[in-house]
């Protein structure tokens, strides 16, 4: 990357200003055109830089309509020219009030001309990284949004699962002829430890519980089998469990079935619960199988489907 840019035409000296920055160890680079070529706009971009440098003669607007813009695209690149004329003040105002950062008169005084160019390039980095950080903020805006309404989505989420949970709480304790044994809950695990601890959990609640290890074994025994509630990781061998419930709801062939999915990945629940997965719901499984009280929940919620 060259801090610094000299725009002119080829064997333009630019006053001895390109040879007095090579001589102080700054980047220079060079693009062989008037800033008023209609090609520099697209060569400006292009360059990586801090300031460019370029000849001004009196009533050249162009140049100014050149740095214009340029300023539009790059706002934080300044623009220093070097004449050999006594500029008019008109000028210099309409110079200086779109964006001009410095004007060396020549002859350039070498040591007054290199202080100019590290001062534009040292107020360049300052703007660049102000606007990195503005971008940074941005984001991180950005990000806190999505996550507030995400927040906001979960909420509702679980005030309809009080809800649920008061109509299911009513439903089991005024109906005496419910059985939970007339529940059939098919559970599909690649983990042995994983389908155990379930087994255990739904049984001990009084559900019928069958598993499986793969939803390849699972499809044909639901056909079979005829389970109300299929509880299965999302990840399996094979087919996932998304891909599963894609294969089974609704389909010719396979039972009415309330579809709960498990995820360790708390970023893919939206995923998840999109219409077009056709689950009805999801749980963040814990890393300890024995505190699978929200599958628990969910599971239940399922009863109020049947």
């Known amino acids: 990357m060259a801090d610094i840019i000299f725009a002119g035409e080829p064997g ?8 007095v920055m090579s001589r102080h160890g700054e980047p220079c680079g060079r693009v062989e055109m008037e ?9 400006a971009e292009k360059a990586e830089c801090c300031v460019i440098i370029s000849r001004f003669h009196e009533g050249d607007l162009a140049s100014i309509k050149a740095m214009q813009l340029v300023r539009m695209k790059k706002p934080c690149v300044k623009f220093i020219f070097i004449t050999a004329e006594e500029l008019t003040a008109p000028i210099l105002t309409l110079m200086f009030n779109e964006g001009a950062y410095g004007i060396l008169r020549e002859p350039v005084s070498a040591e007054g001309a290199a202080q100019l160019v590290r001062q534009a390039i040292k107020k360049s980095r300052w703007e660049m990284d102000e606007a990195a950080l503005n971008r940074d903020l941005r984001h ?14 979960e909420l509702s989420r679980a005030r309809d699962l009080t809800d649920r949970l008061e109509r299911l709480s009513y439903f089991l304790f005024s109906d005496r002829q419910f059985k939970p044994k007339t529940v059939k809950i098919l559970l ?8 155990n601890a379930m087994e255990g959990l739904f049984g ?15 499809i044909p025994r639901i056909k079979s089998e005829k389970p109300h509630i299929v509880v299965s990781d999302l990840e399996l061998p094979g087919m996932s469990g998304v891909d599963m419930a894609k294969e089974v709801k609704g389909q010719k062939g396979y039972p009415p079935v309330y579809f709960v999915i498990l995820t360790a990945n708390e970023d893919k629940v939206d995923y998840i619960l999109s219409p077009e997965t056709k689950v009805d719901d999801c749980v963040i499984k814990p890393g300890d199988t024995e505190k699978f009280y929200g599958v ?9 489907t049947l």
């Open 204 to 218: 001990g609640m009084g559900f019928t519980v069958t598993a499986a290890g793969s939803a390849e074994e699972a």
């Open 35 to 43: 800033m008023t070529d209609p090609e520099f706009l697209e060569k």
């Open 12 to 19: 333009e000296k630019f006053g001895g200003l390109e040879a």
């Open 188 to 195: 599909i695990s690649d983990s042995a430890y994983q389908r």
């Open 140 to 153: 991180t805006n950005e990000a806190l949004n999505t996550k507030v309404e995400r927040l906001e989505l």
């Open 296 to 304: 628990a929940t969910k599971v239940a919620l399922g009863i109020l």
